[in-house]
């Protein structure tokens, strides 16, 4: 949170234990890491350079975190320890501590209060972010491609849905005008979870971009070719990021890179008019291509969840007229009276809502529901999970492989709350998506010592 606090508090962990946290078990972690880290160790390197001008990166291979746009005012926040540090160092370490403070006109950072105003801070970050990419291009080893992070959630500020944000957009395009293609991209686990993150859908993952330098041969392309292009290739892409469980709150941005890669394999987009395609608008058709590519994964459900995943992108769990419920369940081969029966649906004096997860009953048993939907699923799971994973575990257990199409209607129902700015209901199921590998996990143990059939008899 860039704060530092100060905290009265005290280790309480027990040296003499056998458990955790115990005397010896410290002093063999030491010896793991002296075993395994430093046995492998070679020596490193460490120089100061702006990233601007540097020339460190020659035939090198490169994996780097840039700055992210105006996430972290780094430099000012390192003065609160410069000067201290300063005092004591400044002999050893001359070259390193020659200024009175941290050096900030280089800072690659778009703050407005460095610049006469936003969009010369803008300006300021893309240009210099441009000439740093362009040292990496011409550079690095052409071997390998060069890895760079990113972790920047714009929606934080602006809850403009992630992916069409300006930090982005600037970065992109500074990635872009240096001459690179985006060959892929690597969500990666990299943010620690912790309390405050799982109640507020803060950022799971970093986005590693895998760039290497664009052909000089690229062919151009017309908008209405690179279009069908992200139409034929996102779906894959995305199936492949939900195989790999990626945090719904990340979603939008993870698929920037596969959408990206069809981008930048171009030279140039051309639109109508013949003008290129900026990165701003490319992103839109990225973002577009994605909703359309989930909303087409509904095609998979049952009748009933289809109805009620189109019903509550209108209405929430608000009520609304039967007669409209009555009319949509007919378009999508169901009925209002069924979805009643199905226990997903309250149906009174002419009104229509969807039930919320905790109303809906507690003793539900998937083994004895005759009409069992996905929506339904979804819904008790949300339930259950309130009261921890091993509660989600034992109910997955009893749905066995009906349970799978779960998690695809949790992705399709936060993609949709985020659009409709639903903030609590989009919390619930990002979280079921993140718990769902130890929920499974926890399920199989849960399986494991249930007798089997065979047994029973
Ligand atoms: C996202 S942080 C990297 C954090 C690092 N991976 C870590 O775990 O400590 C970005 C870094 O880029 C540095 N930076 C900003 N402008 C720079 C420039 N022009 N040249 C070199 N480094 C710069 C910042 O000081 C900051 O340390």
Redesign the pocket.
């Known amino acids: 949170m860039q704060a530092l606090r100060m905290t009265w508090d005290f280790v309480e962990g027990n040296p003499f234990s056998s458990s955790t946290g115990n005397f010896t078990g410290q002093i063999e972690y030491f010896t793991k890491v002296i075993d395994v880290a430093c046995s492998a160790f070679v020596g490193g390197n460490a120089e ?5 001008s ?1 020339a460190i990166s020659t035939n090198k291979v490169i994996s780097t ?4 746009y105006d ?2 005012p ?2 000012d926040l ?1 003065d609160f320890f410069y000067v201290w540090l300063r005092r004591s160092l400044r002999p050893v370490l001359p070259a390193l501590f020659a200024t009175l403070a941290v050096p900030k006109s ?4 778009a703050f407005a209060y460095r610049h006469k105003g936003k969009a010369e801070a803008e300006a300021f970050f893309l240009n ?1 972010m441009t000439q ?1 990419m362009r040292k990496l291009v011409s550079q690095s080893h052409p071997g390998f491609p060069v890895t760079i ?1 990113y ?1 920047f959630r714009q929606s934080e500020k602006e809850g403009d849905g992630g992916a069409a944000s300006t930090g982005w957009e600037t970065f992109l395009a500074a990635v872009i005008d240096a001459g690179f293609s985006i060959s892929g991209t690597w969500p990666a686990r990299t943010e620690y979870t912790s309390h405050l993150k799982t109640t507020r859908s803060a950022l799971a993952s970093s986005i590693v971009l895998v760039c290497r330098p664009r052909a000089a041969d690229a062919p151009t392309a017309t908008r209405r070719e690179f279009v069908s292009a992200l139409k034929a290739e996102l779906p894959d892409a995305l199936r492949h990021l939900q195989a790999g469980n990626i945090a719904p709150v990340d979603l939008a941005q993870a698929a920037i890179g596969p959408g990206m890669a069809v981008f930048t394999r171009y030279a140039k987009v051309l639109d109508a008019e013949g003008k290129p395609l900026p990165v701003r608008e490319a992103l839109a058709l990225i973002n577009q291509t994605l909703d359309e590519a989930l909303a087409e994964q509904e095609g998979d459900f049952d009748a009933d969840s289809r109805w009620a995943l189109a019903w509550f992108d209108q209405n929430g769990f608000a009520e609304g007229e039967y007669g409209v419920a009555e009319t949509l369940s007919k378009a999508k081969n169901t009925s209002v009276g069924g979805m009643v029966e199905a226990g997903i649906l309250e149906s009174k004096r002419g009104k229509v809502r969807l039930l919320k997860p905790e109303e809906l009953p507690e003793d539900w048993n998937p083994a004895t529901d005759a009409r069992l939907t996905t929506w339904e699923t979804v819904h008790h799971l949300v339930r259950v999970l309130d009261a921890g994973e091993a509660a989600a575990a034992d109910l997955v257990a009893k749905l066995g492989s009906k349970a799978e199409p779960a998690r695809d209607l949790a992705y399709r129902l936060y993609n949709l709350c985020e659009r409709k700015k639903r903030a609590a209901e989009a919390l619930a199921y990002n979280a079921l998506v993140q718990s769902w590998p130890e929920i499974m996990r926890l399920a199989q143990e849960v399986a494991s010592t249930q007798p089997s059939q065979a047994e029973l008899f």
């Open positions: 100061h350079a702006d990233a601007q540097q975190d840039p700055p992210y996430n972290v780094y430099a390192s280089e800072e690659l950072v210099g740093a992070y972790a």
